[in-house]
C-alpha cells in the first residue's frame, strides 16, 4: 500500500541559494525533497532581514516564513544572553509552529539547535539536525572581554537543554555525534553531511588558475576560522613566502579586517571583508589553505573550493564531514612543517594542483550526492 510521508521541516534562516552556508543547503534540501512523490514537505523558516523573506516566500509561496523579531533596549540584551538565538523565532512564528505540531505530521524535522526554542513539550516524531557545536568550537578560544565569556558558557549550556528536548538527534559529522553522545548515550543518532547544488557553481567554473596566489575563506567571528586565519598569518606564512617570494596571501571574510588587519605584516597580505561575491576569489586564486586546529560540522567553503576546482590543503578538522577525500583529492595535515612543505609544493607544481582538483570534484559529485543524502534521510525517518 502506497504511503506517502508528512514532514514540516522548521529552519531558522531562509531557504535560498546564494545565502548563508545553511541557507544554500536548505534550499537545496527543500527541492531535491519535493521531487519524491512519497514525501509531503512543508517550511516554516526564520528569515533574518526582509529581502530575504521576500525571495523565499517567492521561491516558496506555499511556506510559512517570518522575520525575526525587531529587539532593542536592555531587557533585549539580557535576553540575548539569558536565551542565545531565540531572539530568531517572533511571537507568530512560535504560534504558527504550535499550531502546526498538533497536525497529523509524521516527522518534524528541526534545522539547527536554535530552532528547539519552539518545542515546549515532548515531541516524539521530533528530530533536531546539528550543525555545529559551540562546546567543541569555542573549547580553546580565549575571549578578551567578560560580555563575551559569558555569552560563550551560556550558549555552550544551552546547546545541552536544547538537545535534550528531543529524541533523535542528526549530525552532520561524527565528531558532533561523539560529543552529544557523552551527554546523552541513550537517544538515537544519525550522521549526514549536508552539501550544496553543484549547478550553482559550474556554471562559474573556469580554468585553473595558474598564478601563486593562496587563499582562505571563512567568517573571521567564527572562532575556528578566526585561529586559522591567525595561524596562517604567524606560523605559516612567512615561511611559505621565504620559499616563494612572490606568493600572495587572500584572506577573505566577515569582519576580516577588522579582527586581521592588526596582524598583517606586508603587502603580500591582502584581506577582504563582507563581500557582496564570493565567487572571484574562488577563481582568482591558485590554493585553498584553511588548517584550523578546532573547527565543527561541514565546511561548506571547502565544498564550495572543490566545486570551483580550486585544489585544497586543510587539517583533519577541516576536513570533518568529507572524510573519504582525505589524501586521494585534499592534502590533509596537522602540523606546521607539514602544511609549509605541501603549500609550497602546490604552488610551485601546477600539473599537481590540477590533478588534485580534479580528483576532488569527480570524487565529491561521486560520493556526496544529493540523492544519496536524501535516501539516507528518508532512512532515517522511518527509523523514527
Same mark, same amino acid.
Given at each position: ?34 521531487? #519524491?512523490n512519497d514525501i509531503s514537505l512543508v517550511v516554516l523558516g526564520a528569515c533574518a532581514e ?5 525571495? !523565499? ?24 544572553? !539569558? ?42 516524531? =521530533?528530530?533536531? $539536525? ?8 569555542? &573549547?580553546?578560544?580565549?575571549? &578578551? &572581554?567578560?560580555?563575551? %565569556? ?26 558532533? %555525534? ?10 538515537k543518532y544519525f550522521s549526514i553531511p549536508f552539501i550544496i547544488d553543484s549547478k550553482i557553481? !559550474?556554471?562559474? #567554473?573556469?580554468? =585553473? ?8 575563506? *571563512? ?27 612572490? =606568493?600572495?596571501?587572500?584572506?577573505? *571574510?566577515?569582519? =576580516? ?21 564570493? !565567487? ?18 561541514n565546511k561548506i567553503k571547502l565544498q564550495e573550493a572543490i566545486l570551483y576546482k580550486l ?6 578538522? *577541516? ?21 609549509? %612543505? ?19 570534484? $569527480? ?7 544529493? $540523492? %544519496? ?12
Amino acid at each position: 500500500m502506497y504511503f506517502m510521508k508528512k514532514v514540516l521541516l522548521v529552519l531558522n534562516e531562509a531557504p535560498l541559494p546564494n545565502r548563508s552556508a545553511a541557507g544554500k543547503w536548505y534550499y537545496y534540501f527543500i527541492n531535491n525533497m519535493r521531487i #519524491r512523490n512519497d514525501i509531503s514537505l512543508v517550511v516554516l523558516g526564520a528569515c533574518a532581514e526582509v529581502k530575504h523573506l521576500e525571495e !523565499a516566500q517567492k521561491i516558496f509561496p506555499q511556506d510559512f516564513f517570518f522575520l525575526y523579531p525587531k529587539r532593542s533596549g536592555l531587557f533585549s540584551k539580557i535576553e540575548t544572553i !539569558a536565551r542565545p538565538f531565540s531572539y530568531m523565532f517572533s511571537n507568530e512564528m512560535q504560534l504558527k509552529f504550535q499550531e502546526l505540531s498538533t497536525q497529523s505530521f509524521d516527522i518534524i524535522h528541526l534545522e539547527q539547535i536554535w530552532s528547539l526554542w519552539l518545542v515546549n513539550k515532548p515531541l516524539k516524531n =521530533a528530530l533536531v $539536525s546539528v550543525h555545529y557545536l559551540n562546546n567543541i568550537d569555542q &573549547k580553546n578560544f580565549e575571549h &578578551k &572581554k567578560m560580555k563575551d %565569556k559569558f555569552l560563550s558558557m551560556m550558549q555552550k549550556r544551552t546547546e545541552r537543554k536544547l538537545i535534550n528536548r528531543v529524541s533523535t538527534i542528526k549530525t552532520c559529522s561524527e565528531q558532533i %555525534k561523539t560529543e552529544i553522545k557523552k551527554w546523552f548515550p541513550n537517544k538515537k543518532y544519525f550522521s549526514i553531511p549536508f552539501i550544496i547544488d553543484s549547478k550553482i557553481i !559550474a556554471s562559474k #567554473r573556469v580554468e =585553473a588558475n595558474n598564478n601563486k596566489s593562496v587563499v582562505l575563506i *571563512g567568517s573571521m567571528d567564527w572562532p575556528p576560522s578566526f585561529l586559522a586565519a591567525k595561524r596562517v598569518m604567524l606560523e605559516l606564512w612567512p615561511s611559505i613566502l621565504k620559499a616563494v617570494p612572490e =606568493a600572495k596571501l587572500v584572506i577573505v *571574510g566577515w569582519n =576580516a579586517k577588522k579582527n586581521l588587519e592588526v596582524l598583517k605584516k606586508d603587502n603580500s597580505i591582502e584581506i577582504f571583508e563582507n563581500v557582496a561575491d564570493i !565567487a572571484p576569489y574562488f577563481l582568482n586564486n591558485s590554493i585553498m589553505l584553511y588548517p584550523p586546529t578546532v573547527g565543527s560540522g561541514n565546511k561548506i567553503k571547502l565544498q564550495e573550493a572543490i566545486l570551483y576546482k580550486l585544489p585544497i590543503i586543510t587539517t583533519e578538522s *577541516g576536513i570533518e564531514g568529507l572524510e573519504t577525500l582525505k589524501d586521494r583529492s585534499i592534502i590533509v595535515k596537522d602540523s606546521n612543517i607539514e602544511l609549509i %612543505k605541501e603549500t609550497i609544493s602546490l604552488l610551485n607544481d601546477p600539473l599537481k594542483r590540477e590533478k588534485l582538483a580534479e580528483s576532488a570534484l $569527480s570524487q565529491y559529485l561521486e560520493e556526496y550526492s544529493i $540523492s %544519496k543524502i536524501i535516501n539516507h534521510t528518508l532512512e532515517m525517518y522511518d527509523s523514527m
